[in-house]
Nanobody, 114 residues
Framework: QVQLVESGGGLVQAGGSLRLSCAAS????????MGWYRQAPGKQRELVAA???????NYAESVKGRFTISRDNAKNTVYLQMNSLKPEDTAVYYC????????WGQGTQVIVSS
């Protein structure tokens, strides 16, 4: 079965950086467009960034220029480098395919203090 394991979250001050990782198993990782999603308290889950199998990327307007998504197909892992973090980036971050294909993992909590 598919397993998605997110890691790398934490507490950081505004302006700081974090690098999230998502390790996938049970799939042929390289063929899928992968996405990072986030869910803030009281809000719906939203797509933050996506990367296609060929490496093309797209981002939500709110994170453009600050976040970078990348992937390592040899490691079945997708990354999200987050720079210049803002308090409004506080959320639980998840990875999944785009569109969503599998059950959600446990996510990784990101808290940005002002």
């Amino acid at each position: 079965q598919v397993q998605l394991v997110e890691s790398g979250g934490g507490l950081v001050q505004a302006g700081g950086s974090l690098r999230l990782s998502c390790a996938a198993s049970g799939i042929t990782f390289s063929i899928y467009t992968m996405g990072w999603y986030r869910q803030a308290p009281g809000k719906q889950r939203e797509l933050v960034a996506a990367i296609a199998s060929g490496g093309s990327t797209n981002y939500a307007e709110s994170v453009k220029g600050r976040f970078t998504i990348s992937r390592d197909n040899a490691k079945n892992t997708v990354y999200l480098q987050m720079n210049s973090l803002k308090p409004e980036d506080t959320a639980v971050y998840y990875c999944n395919a785009r569109p969503v294909l599998w059950s959600w993992g446990q996510g990784t909590q990101v808290i940005v203090s002002s």
